[in-house]
């Protein structure tokens, strides 16, 4: 039967024009979508567009949705959002749509049309433009009868989404979304079904924009009334989804008052209008009521170790709200300005325009009466199985099908890659390191750029220095011995122009929690680590990296540092240089439905018996007589066996800057004045090595080499050194720092010559975490990384 409907899909599929066979993936008994019967491969046609105008909405979900169903990603980063879409296909589900900015979704026309892109004309006053369109579109469409799961694409989805969705311990609710870990709404995971299109959940999303670009257009008033004009996006969906439940349209997030004896009484205030006559603090139990769920009989084939136990639920009820003629002081007064702006008075229009009629007016307390006669709706935090963090089940390990035997799967439905190490801008790279990665598909965004984070329009394949195997997977006795070596390896990777191979250590160290991490759960330190093991290893190569490494300034190149690798980037360029994936990796493509010709830069790239060259040990001994290398010295004797200076020193504004300044002994850049582009420029002993490896750790005297020179100064002065700061780089203390290991770092010895400045910043932490290191681990989204 099964495979039946498979046929028939495939087949209307074919019968639409100008389409392309799509193949399921995987066989029809493995699809997980089977589950729910929503399989939606080849039940779907292209669309790309503007949705702002109605009709243009209506044809969107016309060509894109299943069985009124339809998932809603987010980015205006096409990787992110094609690796998203991948993982969805390969459940069985073909029924998204992607929303970005125009020039992205001309080039995914262009490039991968299997996926619907479509942006929004709107205007906006707030400063969330595409993130307002996508409420925007969302309560749209849920107005006009369709179900919408919106996903950051830093969701992964691991098991069918609908069964789970449906779950009968769940209830009948219309509006349901993450929790987040302050306990408010994570709106990276949000669900609208069965929404009335004048009721309160349709009320909730469509104030979260109202709202902003209410107060957006109306800063002088705001500043009268001493409240922002502007506020954190799912901070005003929790305010919003707290009005409709108190009855009345409330701020508490977003007017929070800043002193603490203030926000005692603001409290109290909130907590009374949610109907709590007894105030107090303002948390879940306060507007939610709590009951229990089972964990789903199909996610109970965890590994070893998990146990499935009820999980709490926390539902609400929802009603449309109306002011009743008062806003109260208690709970901040006044909200809005007297006359609406032009943006705010375009969006109620989009509404009506869309041709269902809107809810009572809660402005209006004439229309008190007509709000309460629409009755009520049902909001639910999802359970954890559908919407679990890394800081929950990530870290140890349960997201990453390598570590999972053949009879387990992942005890969770959906994975969300937030709370991870270093802050918001590494979800990708988590995401990367656990193994739901299509490397293929990331060349086919960018196949003339590079995938790499140290790759650059001049090199997209940057040359490397690295650690050899054997160096990186040796049983280092400590932190501190681990830090000095991957000190010592950036460094001379600066000096010679090569992005360093970040190395990782075995995540069974004894210092890392020795033979707790050879089996699941894993026994890292989840908010410092990242385990990572390459395709097919498993445990057996079981590798840690460092949060310290995962910093934008750190892997990113530009004209004074060549840049970084994670051992994920690494280990998939190795593959590039060794393995011919031209033919591979087209046919993969376009069994996918990617365009001829996309991602031409994913094969062809191998460079024969000079890609990876190994640097001899006694090579690495320091001259005699010297008990360490000067590290320019080092440098300035592997560019001249080896090719001469790497990539990143072959860039016209690099070259000019560093020979202008910074000539050590005659070893400045002589010769490749003239520029190079992908590995070009000077040839001093011959063919240069893509990937120049170190059998030894260096040891190096402690003064910097003229390149870090350069890059030091311009890390303290720097225009952007806030957005491509590297703090490890401009310290030159340890990358990273864990309090339970002080008195392991103060035995540690080092290998570079660094081995003082490493023990006293190991030592450091044992007072805690810097105000330094906790802007880095908190504040570090605003740097906006991308993904290659």
């Keep these: 039967m099964l495979s039946s409907l498979l046929l028939c899909a495939l087949v209307a599929w074919l019968s639409l024009p100008g389409a392309k066979a799509q193949p399921v993936p995987g066989s029809a008994g493995t699809l997980a979508c089977a589950e729910s019967d929503m399989c939606s491969i080849g039940q779907v046609r292209p669309y790309t567009g503007d949705i702002h105008p109605p009709e243009a909405l209506r044809a969107c979900l016309d060509a894109r949705t299943y069985k009124k169903e339809l998932i809603l990603l987010t980015d205006t980063r096409l990787n992110p959002l094609y690796q998203a879409f991948r993982s969805l296909l390969a459940l069985g589900y073909e029924h998204a749509v992607a929303l970005s900015v125009q020039e992205r979704c001309d080039k995914s026309a262009a490039t991968w049309p299997r996926l619907g892109c479509v942006w929004s004309s709107s205007k906006t006053a707030s400063q969330f433009k595409y993130l307002m369109d996508r409420v925007a579109f969302l309560v749209r469409a849920a107005r006009l009868g369709f179900n919408v799961l919106s996903l950051d694409s830093d969701v992964l989805p691991l098991a069918d989404l609908y069964s789970l969705l449906r779950q009968p311990g769940l209830g009948p609710y219309q509006l349901a979304a993450m929790r987040d870990g302050n306990g408010w709404i994570n709106c990276g995971v949000v669900y609208a079904r069965n929404v009335r299109p004048d009721g309160p959940v349709a009320y909730v999303l469509a104030e979260i924009v109202d709202r902003l670009e209410r107060w957006g257009e109306s800063c002088i008033f705001m500043d009268v009334i001493k409240r922002p004009c502007g506020c954190w996006d799912q901070a005003v969906y929790s305010d919003t989804l707290l009005s409709a439940v108190a009855g009345r349209p409330v701020s508490y997030l977003c007017w929070m008052p800043p002193e603490e004896k203030e926000q005692v009484a603001w409290d109290d205030a909130h907590v009374k209008a949610m109907g709590r006559a007894e105030g107090g603090r303002l948390e879940v139990a306060a507007y939610a009521n709590e009951s229990r769920v089972e964990w789903p009989p199909q996610l109970r084939h965890g590994p070893p170790g998990f146990e499935a136990r009820p999980f709490e639920l926390w539902t609400a009820t929802l009603r449309v709200p109306n002011t009743n003629g008062s806003w109260p002081q208690a709970l901040g007064g006044e909200m809005f300005a007297p006359e609406r702006g032009e943006v705010s008075r375009a969006f109620v229009e989009l509404l009506k325009a869309d041709g269902v009629p809107l809810w009572p007016d809660p402005e209006n307390a004439s229309l008190a009466d007509a709000a309460a006669a629409i009755g009520t709706e049902t909001f639910v935090y999802l359970p954890l199985w559908l919407g679990e963090s890394w800081s929950h089940g990530g870290g140890l390990g349960h997201w990453n099908p390598g570590l999972l035997a053949p009879n387990e799967s992942a005890p969770v439905g959906l994975a969300h890659f937030v709370h991870v190490p270093g802050g918001a801008t590494n979800k990708m790279t988590v995401k990367m390191a656990t193994g739901h990665w299509d490397w293929d598909v990331a060349h086919a965004v960018h196949p003339h750029r590079g995938v790499f984070f140290a790759s650059t329009a001049h090199t997209p394949l940057p040359d490397v220095l690295a650690y050899s195997s054997e160096v990186e997977n040796r049983a280092w006795a400590s932190e501190a011995e681990f830090s000095a070596a991957a000190l010592a390896l950036l460094r001379l990777a600066m000096e010679t122009g090569r992005a360093a191979a970040f190395p990782a250590p075995r995540c069974n160290l004894t210092w890392l929690g020795g033979d707790k991490n050879t089996r699941l759960p894993l026994y890292v330190n989840h908010g410092f680590l990242i385990p990572y093991s390459p395709p097919g290893k498993g445990f057996s190569d079981l590798r840690c990296l460092w949060s310290g490494y995962l910093f934008h300034g750190c892997q990113a190149a530009r004209w004074s540092y060549p840049g970084g690798l994670l051992a994920p980037e690494f280990d998939h360029l190795q593959q590039l240089l060794t393995q011919d994936r031209t033919q ?84 400045g850049l002589n010769g490749s004045s003239g520029g190079g582009t992908g590995g070009g420029g000077a040839r001093v002993g011959g063919d240069r090595p893509r990937v120049l490896v170190l059998s030894e750790v260096p040891k190096l005297a402690e003064r910097r080499g003229p390149r870090h020179e350069v890059h030091h100064a311009w890390l303290e002065r720097g225009e952007e050194r806030h957005l491509f700061g590297c703090d490890w780089l401009r310290t030159g203390r340890a990358p990273h720092r864990r309090r339970a290991l002080v008195e392991e770092g103060r035995a540690g010895h080092g290998g570079a010559g660094m081995g003082a400045e490493v023990e006293a910043a190991v030592g450091e932490a044992g007072g805690g975490e810097s105000s330094q290191e906790r802007r880095w681990l908190g504040g570090v989204a605003a740097a906006g990384r991308t993904l290659g």
Excluded: C
């Excluded at 990796?585 to 376009?590: F, K, M, N, V």
């Excluded at 040990?617 to 560019?639: F, I, N, R």
């Design 584 to 667: 591979a990796a087209a046919e993969h493509l376009r069994s996918l439905g990617f365009t001829e010709g996309a991602g031409a830069g994913a094969g062809g790239l191998g460079l024969g018996a000079s890609a990876m060259t190994h640097v001899p040990t006694d090579l690495l001994q320091p001259p005699a007589g010297a008990a360490a290398w000067d590290v320019a010295d080092l440098a300035a004797k592997l560019m001249q066996m080896y090719g001469g200076p790497g990539s990143g020193l072959l860039w016209n504004e690099s070259i000019a800057a560093f020979n202008a300044n910074h000539s050590h002994g005659g070893a």
